[in-house]
């Protein structure tokens, strides 16, 4: 019996009926694959597509992998700025793990980007560099791992966002959580370039928070958490959401469609509100009272020690800023390396 797996019947429906390719006539010449990275503040992720490269479009996604590795964990208590050396290990071991995901395909070329943590750390080029030096040792191709700022992380979310919507992307604004770092961002005024809330209160900044200034403890999990620790999480994601932008504001209350990329949103949110690709503000409050006061073995999982504070970041900025209701998507900086020509 042939098994079809839900991944390549996704691939088959992308390639079929994916804008980037009804209707266009396809050079065989300009088809190869290609892997992007994405060297996260918590998670290393890989994914391998067949691109046409003249157009700079996704055709098809061949594979989609992530390891987990506290990179922005051991730069929070790291006290001379550098990520340590077994968190750099840990790296490599991951990347050692992906890189059998390139050699499963006939992989052209590799690019990446490092995002909070690597461009915060001291060391973070050497971690690229190391990277990028395990990967043509276990692939024999070059690859190009570079950190990027905060600006150009919006902005790759914003292109691998609006490339999965019919949507025009005026009309949508971009919500990339990540372990150190989140980026709202919609097209600015006119339509022309960008307005970006660029903010570091993220994944593991607001686990570390409600241990360090809400709970006061020394463990490594703020779980389980209490009422009043998630009420006063809450409140302290709102204080940082009246930061974003006027502009961004009166399009979520426009009505523009609010796209949630990154872990955060499609497996964390998702999985512990609604399990579909769009949660609801009052899905995601029904989740926080489930997940009160539950230990990360009762949550389960590799990411329970977030779980629950991810809730309490994301509702706070739904609540500031009225947001009804977020479209998950599986998407994050891998997705615009993959069609964006400065990385090939």
Not at 273 to 302: C, F, H, N, P, W
Request: net charge positive; charged share 25%; glycine share 8%.
């Amino acid at each position: 019996m042939i098994r079809i797996t839900f991944s390549i019947l996704f691939s088959l429906f992308l390639l079929l009926f994916s804008p980037f390719s009804v209707g266009k006539k396809i050079d065989n010449k300009c088809i190869s694959n290609r892997a992007a990275f994405d060297i996260g503040s918590g998670t290393t992720r890989i994914k391998v597509a067949r691109v046409d490269t003249c157009l700079q479009k996704v055709l098809m996604i061949l594979e989609d992998q992530d390891e987990p590795v506290p990179y922005k964990e051991s730069l929070s208590k790291s006290q001379n700025g550098v990520i340590d050396k077994n968190t750099v290990k840990l790296g490599l071991e991951a990347i050692e793990k992906l890189a059998a995901v390139v050699r499963r395909h006939r992989v052209t070329a590799i690019a990446g980007v490092g995002t909070s943590a690597l461009r915060e750390a001291k060391n973070g080029k050497a971690i690229a560099g190391l990277i990028a030096l395990k990967l043509k040792t276990l692939t024999s191709l070059e690859a190009k791992i570079v950190p990027v700022t905060q600006k150009e992380e919006a902005i790759l979310g914003f292109y691998g966002a609006v490339a999965y919507t019919k949507t025009p992307d005026t009309d949508v604004v971009v919500w990339d959580i990540g372990g150190g770092s989140m980026q709202i961002v919609s097209r600015g005024k006119d339509g022309k370039g960008f307005e970006i809330y660029e903010g570091e209160l993220a994944s593991v900044s607001m686990k570390n928070h409600i241990i360090n200034e809400i709970q006061k403890s020394k463990l490594d999990t703020p779980n389980p958490m209490s009422q009043s620790d998630s009420q006063k999480a809450i409140l302290h994601a709102r204080s940082r959401a009246k930061r974003v932008s006027k502009l961004i504001q009166e399009k979520i209350k426009s009505g523009a469609e609010v796209l949630g990329i990154g872990g955060v949103h499609y497996y964390s949110l998702r999985n512990q509100s609604s399990e579909k690709l769009v949660y609801t503000r009052k899905q995601v409050e029904r989740a926080m009272k489930k997940q009160i006061g539950k230990s990360d073995q009762e949550l389960g999982g590799k990411y329970a020690a977030t779980d629950v504070s991810n809730i309490a970041l994301v509702l706070g900025y739904m609540k500031e800023l009225k947001i009804e209701k977020v479209n998950a998507l599986k998407v994050n900086m891998a997705d615009g390396v993959l069609i964006h020509p400065k990385y090939w």
